[in-house]
């Protein structure tokens, strides 16, 4: 019990962390909207062109922009949440305290990374997609249940992400110095959650390629869920299945590096 | 608390004007030599980093390409005419960017207190920014849209005309020159904003981005703000509707074509004069 309040708190910690920048927050707000502005009109020439496309209608399409750019930083698809950070911490050594701590390393890290996605959903996310609610042509559920549903797989797309950037960091205990790793990442985020195109527009086997790995749960699943494109309960199965091996890879990789941390005394 | 950015306009008072400018360009060079020298320390470093700068930008032509895999036409324009498009506003960018992108750095700069670090030395604050960090990797943004402006010379079949082979360096360099204002605007902008510093990135990763796609794609509303409110347009979407032999975007007359030097040179005034109020307004935090 005293170990859920210690997390609970981790969690707000995180949260109020980003709540603190204020102004940068509104630049964040203000740089999405103009990329979805962007991305819309391109979405809608390509659905001129081809209208349904990937089983899309515009107004999917559409809906399909303005939530990617309401969850780019939530779900940090091209990183930048706490990955650096705790590299650093792993290059300077400071990791050595953290394992000290009467406190597991990856629930301490998945807590703080929830804090602050759930602030960035709030902060940078309700901003743009109001807008895009507003000024174009949306396609959004009227039943609450289609919203509950896209909460849960928003918030399983967090899990994943934060399996895939951990096991980004702890890369770390090997390489010392995580900007490859860090760059890969960003791209195969980009590409394979959908952030760059719908994976459903994706050509031919590519395109099944795509949505079977783990990036698919971070922004084609919720998006399918809320756009009622897919079962909300497969949905969730596969982005639990791809969380739990993550977290589970996570683990092992955490404790064979650990095993190995040699601590420079003095 | 003497104030730092009076003291260096004094100092640089005694200089004349056209020896300011000559200073800057030799201190930018010196410090832009110093940073090569310091990234070449890591050779193998180097090379990754420039390969992933090549590969990140590379990925919105990806983006174009899977786009082309559905459609054979987008906004009336097919894939190489995109790629031309594309081509021209990424080398404008990258040049640019090469240049003078670590920019944006400066609103960290006046935050953590080391710009007044730059104030202090002897050399135009402007110039000291510009090549601060100065990141060679930032070669591979060049490098891939060079290669994307060649494919899309070799598909299209222009109707070449000495005024449009002049054409295509002249919009180049002023496209970079336009894309250097912008980004000595934003950093302007940050002496007041220092925490929104990503709002520099909605116009310049922003803007090149929307210049890769055709102008018919766009609203009329923002065709018309990038035309005469921020005048990207001029990077790229009016000298190559010349080349291309396209309708002019809003039905602008055939002239504005060749306009781009004139719209560089007028931005980057713009841009200096903004970059002073900015650095005039600075004030230290202190300690």
New interface residues.
């Given amino acids: 019990m005293g170990s859920g309040r210690l997390y609970a708190a981790v969690a707000a910690g995180g949260f109020r962390r980003y709540a603190t920048y204020r102004a940068a927050t509104a630049a964040g707000v203000f740089t999405n909207t103009v990329f979805g502005l962007i991305l819309v009109y391109t979405y809608l020439a390509l659905w001129d062109a081809k209208p349904q496309l990937g089983g899309y209608d515009q107004a999917q399409a559409v809906t399909y922009v303005w939530l990617g750019q309401a969850l780019l930083a939530a779900l940090a698809i091209g990183g930048g949440g706490f990955e650096d950070e705790l590299m650093e911490r792993i290059r300077t050594g400071d990791i050595a305290v953290d394992l000290y701590r009467p406190a597991d390393l990856q629930l301490w890290w998945l807590a703080a990374d929830l804090g602050r996605a759930l602030f960035q959903v709030l902060g940078r996310g309700l901003v743009p997609f109001a807008f895009g609610a507003v000024f174009f042509p949306v396609a959004l559920p009227r039943e609450a249940s289609a919203w509950a549903a896209f909460l849960v797989a928003v918030l399983l797309a967090a899990m994943v992400s934060f399996g895939l950037r951990y096991l980004v960091a702890l890369s770390a205990f090997w390489l010392m110095d995580g900007t490859g790793v860090t760059q890969m990442a960003w791209l195969a985020g980009f590409f394979c959650s959908g952030m760059l195109l719908p994976l459903n527009v994706f050509p031919g086997a590519l395109g099944e390629v795509v949505r079977a790995l783990p990036w698919s749960s971070m922004l084609q699943a919720p998006a399918d869920v809320l756009l009622g494109e897919a079962d909300p309960l497969g949905t969730f199965v596969f982005q639990a299945g791809w969380a739990l091996v993550l977290l589970a890879v996570g683990r092992l990789v955490q404790s064979a590096a650990t095993r190995r941390v040699v601590v420079q005394g003095g | 608390m003497v104030d730092a950015a009076d003291a260096a306009e004094v100092t640089a008072g005694r200089v004349e004007r056209g020896g300011r400018v000559a200073e800057g360009l030799r201190a930018y060079r010196l410090i832009v030599a110093m940073w090569i020298r310091s990234t070449m320390a890591y050779r193998t470093?180097f090379v990754?980093?420039t390969l992933?700068n090549f590969?990140?930008t590379a990925?919105d032509f990806?983006?174009i390409l899977?786009?082309f895999?559905?459609?054979?036409?987008?906004?009336g324009y097919a894939l190489g005419e995109v790629a031309f498009l594309y081509g021209l506003t990424s080398v404008s960018f990258g040049l640019a960017d090469l240049a003078i992108g670590s920019m944006d750095r400066l609103g960290r700069r006046v935050r953590d207190g080391t710009l007044d670090t730059l104030l202090v030395r002897p050399a135009p604050v402007l110039a000291q920014v510009a090549a601060d960090r100065f990141g060679l990797r930032r070669l591979g943004r060049v490098t891939q849209g060079a290669l994307v402006l060649g494919y899309a010379l070799a598909t299209v079949d222009i109707d070449w005309t000495p005024a449009k082979l002049l054409l295509m360096p002249v919009m180049l360099v002023s496209g970079a020159g336009i894309f250097g204002a912008v980004f000595v605007a934003a950093a302007a902008f940050q002496f007041v904003?220092?925490?929104?510093?990503?709002?520099s990135?909605?116009?310049t990763y922003?803007g090149t981005?929307?210049l890769q796609?055709p102008p018919?794609?766009?609203?009329r509303e923002?065709v018309r703000g990038v035309t005469f409110v921020v005048p990207l347009a001029f990077v790229n979407w009016l000298p190559a509707s010349h080349v291309l032999e396209r309708p002019y975007p809003l039905d602008l007359p055939a002239w504005v074509a060749f306009a781009p030097p004139a719209v560089a040179v007028a931005c980057c005034a713009l841009a200096g004069l903004a970059w002073r109020a900015g650095l005039r307004s600075y004030r230290s935090t202190g300690s």
């Fill in positions: 470093s990754l980093t992933g590969a990140t990925l990806v983006a899977l786009m895999s559905r459609v054979d036409a987008l906004g904003a220092q925490d929104a510093s990503e709002v990135n909605a116009f922003g981005t929307l796609y018919t794609v766009f609203a923002l």
